[in-house]
């Protein structure tokens, strides 16, 4: 069944399938893991073990500065980080919101419960940035202007259930920030995106929205870089370096997460031998030191060449495999797990249920969920608030106006300001405490 099709199949068929790919999941996670629900936690508190402060090894060539760990930097990533019942009472009152929390919290623990249309409710109380507003009209005819609101960015403080303050970071203060941080550890500050497209765009604007401070060019060339980026789309060169003023980013391009590294076939190729290498501590040359910061997804390829109960039974296949690797590399970096956002129905060329994406979602909270990888689902929230404003333009036939960058074209991607906003967020983690940002931010302890 395609995307297109579900989109306009009849809500019994839509529910069935809901029920028994809903069945599926619960039967898989039994396989791999039994004791999943022999005990499930109270929905709406936060683990012990994942609000512990994670263990920081130092790396053995360099001293490394320790990020923060304190549920309240964790929350700029994990909605509720610190409790979702300190979600719920941002909003006592507001019946649809504290549904909504409590929604995501059981969604997360029990698994029988859809986990997307609550962090969509959650998504509906971030400001509009998009808008179409008529700016000359006539009997004969009307001229529509699209345009983003200069005012607000998702960026900065928009996000309704933090209990922190977000910095929105300018290139000269990312620049003063990678530059203290090599004075510190006589090293730059390494950031690794390991992944397909998804990791790869927030990668892509990260070095665009910095590009002209930090004098970014790829390890072992002189030249500047320009703004194109097209080599992080070009296979044979997604593995070189990007080395700037104190910072270095490295793209690891993986579309099956659980194989090999196979730079014969970069299409078929995963990352466990690298993350692997990296967790136990004892990388070889090619793998580069232990980063900072890895920013890791399953990516969609495998979803895309599966059907619906296939794609999950893959993906707990590689949540079996890469469960154990990535919490033990958890304890020597910072991992960041992307969940998933949706997809855009209306626009989609290929099968990728966004029913089978929120299962995939609810399985990797039930593995990775409550250790010491961060699951990323701010990002998720900031792409739904998206989503919705991009299918309110389509509805009204305006989305062919709207600019490239705003996403609203493509069928997966999220757009710049989404990316704008991950992006930022990262700086929030690694820059707030070096910096000494006051404590009312997030990540400044």
């Known amino acids: 069944m395609t995307i297109m099709k579900q989109a ?16 599926t999941l619960l039967t898989l996670l039994r396989l791999y893991h039994p004791a999943t629900h022999a005990h499930s936690p109270n929905p709406l508190h936060y683990s012990q073990e994942a609000a512990e402060v994670t263990s920081w ?9 320790q990020l923060p760990d304190t549920c309240e930097c964790r929350s700029m990533f994990t909605v509720g980080a610190c409790g979702l019942e300190g979600v719920a009472e941002m909003r006592a009152g507001d019946a649809a919101w504290v549904r909504a929390v409590k929604g995501l919290g059981i969604a997360r623990t029990q698994l029988d419960e859809t986990m997307m249309p609550h962090l969509a ?9 998009f808008t179409a507003n008529v700016t000359s009209a006539t009997a004969a005819s009307s001229h529509v202007k699209i345009e983003a609101d200069p005012h607000l960015t998702r960026a900065a403080t928009s996000l309704p259930f933090l209990p922190c303050e977000v910095h929105l970071y300018t290139p000269a203060e990312v620049l003063t920030c990678t530059r203290r941080y090599l004075a510190h550890t006589g090293a730059p500050l390494r950031i690794a995106f390991v992944g397909d497209s998804r990791v790869r765009n927030t990668m892509q604007q990260m070095i665009r929205g910095t590009l002209h401070h930090l004098q970014y060019r790829l390890e072992g060339d002189t030249h500047a870089m320009n703004d194109t980026l097209g080599f992080l789309d070009s296979k044979a ?8 003023d104190g910072l270095h980013l490295r793209l690891h391009w993986s579309t099956f997460l659980h194989r090999q590294r196979q730079p014969d076939d970069v299409s078929r190729q995963g990352a466990r031998d690298l993350l692997e290498a990296w967790a136990s501590g004892t990388p070889g ?4 030191p232990v980063p900072d910061i890895i920013y890791v997804t399953s990516g969609l390829w495998d979803t895309s060449m599966s059907s ?50 929120d299962m995939i979602n609810r399985a990797a909270w039930a593995k990775l969920g409550h250790g010491g990888v961060w699951l990323w689902d701010s990002h998720t929230v900031m792409m739904l608030r998206q989503h919705t404003e991009c299918r309110a333009l389509h509805q009204a036939g305006l989305a062919p106006l709207t600019p ?30 070096l910096l000494h940002l006051p404590q009312h931010h997030c990540c400044a302890h």
């Open 308 to 357: 619906g109960d296939e794609a999950v039974s893959d993906f707990m296949y590689t949540l079996q495999v890469m469960t154990p690797i990535l919490n033990k590399l958890a304890r020597r970096s910072r991992v960041l797990w992307h969940v998933h956002g949706p997809i855009k129905a209306w626009l989609a060329i290929r099968e990728v249920p966004n029913g089978a994406l």
């Open 404 to 433: 490239t960058s705003w996403g609203c074209r493509d069928f997966q991607h999220a757009g710049k300001d989404v990316e704008d906003g991950a992006t930022n967020m990262l700086w929030n983690l690694a820059c707030n405490a």
């Open 57 to 65: 090894r130092l790396n053995s060539s360099r001293f490394r500065v």
């Open 8 to 23: 306009f199949v009849k809500k019994k068929d839509q529910w069935c399938w809901v029920v028994v790919m809903t069945a």
């Open 121 to 129: 409710t959650l998504a509906r109380y971030m400001p509009q940035v």
């Open 237 to 244: 060169k997604v593995n070189i370096p990007v080395v700037g």
């Open 285 to 288: 040359p090619q793998d580069g």
